[in-house]
């Protein structure tokens, strides 16, 4: 059993930052895929990053490419996801998955664990 703690989120204006953390308890913590997903108010979840057992490769949607970087430490069980030049369209509630599976999907139904998740919002 996974278990995922995120925080870090909060209300900031446009062109602001948030960093975003997300704890997991469990021992194997590095031997999984982490990801980000966010669902704004009447909309579907949808993938926002995500990154191997390692840190050595990473992946974004198209919308935060270049504005956004997930990392992690293994070593704190933790995965990090650095979110600059907000947009108000990136206004939603933020959560942390995981999967055992290696590939780095942008498929919500392929991550077995979730957190509870945390709000950003973005004021214009």
């Known amino acids: 059993q996974v278990q995922l703690v995120e925080s870090g989120g909060g209300l900031v204006q446009a062109g602001g930052s948030l960093r975003l953390s997300c704890a997991a308890s469990?021992?194997?913590?590095?031997?999984?895929?982490m990801a980000w997903f966010r669902q704004a108010p009447g909309k579907e979840r949808t993938f926002v990053a995500a990154i191997n057992w390692s840190g050595g490769r990473t992946y974004y949607a198209d919308s935060v490419k270049g504005r956004f970087t997930i990392s992690r430490d293994n070593a704190k069980n933790t995965v990090y996801l650095q979110m600059n030049s907000l947009k108000p369209e990136d206004t939603a509630v933020y959560y942390c998955?995981?999967?055992?599976?290696?590939?780095?999907?942008?498929?919500?139904?392929?991550?077995?664990?979730w957190g509870q998740g945390t709000q950003v919002t973005v004021s214009s």
């Open positions: 998955a995981a999967t055992y599976y290696s590939s780095m999907s942008y498929f919500p139904q392929e991550y077995a664990y």
């Open positions: 469990v021992r194997t913590f590095s031997t999984y895929t």
